[in-house]
């Protein structure tokens, strides 16, 4: 008798997440003990040695909750059950900036891939499904973002890799049951504070009322599509901003004037960017002022970008240059 659906489901996913890598590679599964997570080490176990593929895990006690360090040994102690090798709780200290989400999977990472340097890992997989892809487009959309945000989560980002973009967070819980896996709830998954949790008991449930279902995955799927459309402008983008770049960074208006918008933006973007520019302030507001040095040109003055970057237009060029000297 074959495994469960849920469970068949996952493992396939989990094999073709993991196709490219070479045998003997290490793989490791950041695991909360969550049905997300825990159905995704579950499987990676079984999944693993038939590719040839070594596979641990990783655990991360953010303290923010009584009993925190209890649950991540037990996390360690499931790992010893399926097989995974190495096994370790890492412990950090979440900070406040960003709001506590942010912080919150800021340390994460910060602590996840220091930790799969160490151990050589050549992949760590991330729990998140196709029910978390839709709640980020959301969010996004809501924040008026535009195309490679609304892209959502990528599948493979560095080191790191999600295998469950295209499976319902549903069918995690489906397999955990099948496979005798008691999953953790997480207090703030139901915690209205947060607005991921808004998204996912509010306003997912009143889309799915008045639209009818399948409206989780046609945002996943819209996600999917926009990846598709950024990709392709990022990759136009890269051959014009090398084209157009004079002495340092600054660009020829004339080159410019050309291009399509989303192009254009995606250009002046590198250019502050390599300028110094705060990747993390730069927003869409900066890049339009800065765009209409090119569209609208009046004389205007110095425009400013976070970071202590000014562009101003002259004979024909945008200059990107340090305020703070």
């Not at 990022?234 to 600054?250: F, N, P, Q, T």
Request: aromatic share 4%; glycine share 10%; charged share 25%.
């Amino acid at each position: 008798m074959g495994p469960h659906p849920a469970v068949a489901e996952i493992r396939r996913a989990v094999r073709l997440s993991l196709a490219d890598l070479p045998q003997g590679a290490l793989v490791l599964v950041a695991c909360s003990g969550g049905g997300d997570s825990l159905a995704l080490a579950a499987c990676l176990a079984f999944t693993a040695p038939r590719q040839g593929l070594r596979a641990g895990l990783l655990t991360v006690d953010h303290g923010l909750q009584e009993g925190s360090r209890e649950r991540a040994e037990e996390v360690v102690g499931l790992a010893s059950r399926f097989g995974l090798t190495p096994a370790e709780a890492l412990t950090v200290t979440v900070g406040k900036a960003g709001g506590p989400e942010a912080a919150a999977r800021e340390a994460r990472y910060a602590a996840l891939s220091p930790a799969a340097r160490r151990l050589g890992a050549s992949a760590v997989l991330l729990g998140h499904t196709r029910d978390d892809q839709a709640e980020t487009v959301l969010l996004r959309l809501a924040r008026g973002s535009g195309t490679r945000s609304l892209a959502g989560m990528p599948a493979a980002w560095g080191i790191y890799r999600r295998p469950l973009l295209g499976v319902a967070r549903e069918t995690t819980r489906r397999a955990c049951e099948a496979l005798g896996l008691a999953p953790w709830d997480d207090p703030h998954n139901a915690d209205s504070a947060y607005a991921r949790v808004r998204v996912r008991h509010d306003v997912l449930p009143v889309l799915e009322g008045a639209l009818g279902p399948g409206v989780t995955e046609a945002l996943a799927r819209t996600a999917g599509l926009c990846r598709d459309d950024a990709d392709a402008l990022d990759d136009w983008a890269d051959e014009v901003y090398a084209r157009l770049r004079g002495i340092g960074v600054d660009l020829t208006v004339e080159g410019l004037k050309e291009l399509p918008a989303a192009v254009r933006r995606r250009v002046i973007q590198r250019a502050a960017l390599a300028a110094g520019a705060t990747a993390s302030a730069l927003a869409a507001v900066h890049i339009e002022q800065v765009d209409r040095l090119v569209t609208e040109w009046r004389g205007q003055r110095l425009v400013e970008l976070p970071g202590g970057v000014g562009v101003v237009r002259r004979y024909g060029t945008l200059i990107f240059a340090s305020t703070l000297s």
